[in-house]
């Protein structure tokens, strides 16, 4: 009885230890077949986190978004948002993000739309340093775009 018990013993063991064996060997393939795809893409896209502050006090962010490489400030905003804008030899002008307007007051004063760009170095977000159709993003860029008062004296 006791022989027959241990036969089976080690039997059920024999058949988990192929089962273990062989489910290792099939994960560590699609594994490795998945890891060999994400290094294929991952010099063919970047991923951004993309904010809009409406200047009301609502802000909202499109973490992880996924882009082509050599996607632009413009080209992200355009994937998460409804977008107006004109172009002009110095770059794209915002008009609209998701219906809100540029708002001209006067000569000196208005509201319009500026985009910042988070400077690991400083550790805060700076206003960009071009027009946002000519700044390529970069893998983990964090942008933001604002609605800004801005007036001259």
């Keep these: ?73 413009l080209s992200a905003l355009v994937q998460v948002a409804k977008v107006e804008y004109k172009v002009f030899p110095f770059g794209a002008y915002i008009i609209s993000v998701n219906g809100v307007s540029e708002k001209i007051l006067s000569k000196k004063e208005g509201y319009s739309w500026m985009w910042y760009i988070y400077d690991k170095k400083k550790g805060k977000m700076v206003l960009g340093p071009t027009a946002a159709d000519k700044y390529e993003l970069a893998n983990g860029d964090t942008i933001l775009w604002k609605y800004e008062h801005w007036s001259f004296p």
């Design 1 to 73: 009885m006791k022989s027959r018990f241990f036969s089976i013993i080690v039997v059920v063991l024999l058949v988990w230890a192929l089962a273990a064996s062989s489910l290792a060997a099939y994960y560590w393939l699609e594994y490795s077949k998945y890891k060999k795809l994400y290094e294929r893409l991952s010099v063919k896209v970047i991923v951004v986190n993309v904010g809009i502050d409406y200047g009301n006090g609502t802000v909202i962010w499109y973490n992880n978004t996924v882009l082509p490489a050599g996607s632009t400030v």
